[in-house]
Structures are given as structure tokens and as C-alpha cells.
């Protein structure tokens, strides 16, 4: 069973950064597409940002231009940088990787942004 762990998260001003990382527990070269979601109570899943094997990245409208997602395949972990963060940014976040036989989520990091 694939682990996916997050850390990262935490409580910040608007306007701050964080940087959230997801290790995980074997080789993420083996995976087609690592990714982060965000939930709030009460709603869906949302895709944030995701990044394929070969480096293609996909963001949500709403943090284009201020978070980027990376990969390190020698360190098997995933980055999400997330810069002039914003109170509506306030979610759980969650790391998710795809293979095309399964799928795995990490136990997902807060991240609270004030005004």
C-alpha cells in the first residue's frame, strides 16, 4: 500500500507563502500524475495543481500565477509552493497520486490563511 505523507501546513497572513511537500513510500516515477486537492467543509474535493510524469502542470483558475507544483523523483516527494496566499485559500490540503491501475491520498495538512 502506497503512503503519502503532507507537511507543510499551517497558519499564515494573507499575502504570506507556504510551501507544502508529500512524500511518499516508493518511487513516484512509477506514478502518471502526482497532484494536490483542497477541501473546506461542505463542499467537493478540488483539483489545485497537478504534475505529470514528464513535467506537464494543470492549475486551478484560481491559483494560476500564484502556486506552483514540482516534483523531485530522487527524493520521491511532490511540492506545492503557494505564494501570496489568500483567506479563500483556507482548506485541507490533500496530495494524491495517479497510476492507471489505482489511486492513493495522503491524511491532508490544514493550511488557514488571515485577513
Known amino acids: 500500500q502506497v503512503q503519502l505523507v503532507e507537511s507543510g501546513g499551517g497558519s499564515v497572513q494573507a499575502g504570506g507563502s507556504l510551501r507544502l511537500s508529500c512524500v511518499a513510500s516508493?518511487?513516484?516515477?512509477?506514478?502518471?500524475?502526482m497532484g494536490w486537492f483542497r477541501q473546506t467543509p461542505g463542499t467537493p474535493r478540488e483539483l489545485v495543481a497537478r504534475i505529470t510524469s514528464s513535467g506537464t502542470t494543470n492549475y486551478a483558475n484560481s491559483v494560476k500565477g500564484r502556486f506552483a507544483i514540482s516534483r523531485d523523483n530522487v527524493k520521491n516527494t511532490v511540492y506545492l509552493q503557494m505564494n501570496s496566499l489568500k483567506p479563500e485559500d483556507t482548506a485541507v490540503y490533500y496530495c494524491?497520486?495517479?497510476?492507471?491501475?489505482?489511486?492513493?491520498w495522503g491524511q491532508g495538512t490544514q493550511v488557514t490563511v488571515s485577513s
Open positions: 494524491h497520486a495517479y497510476s492507471y491501475v489505482a489511486d492513493y
Open positions: 516508493e518511487s513516484i516515477s512509477s506514478f502518471y500524475r
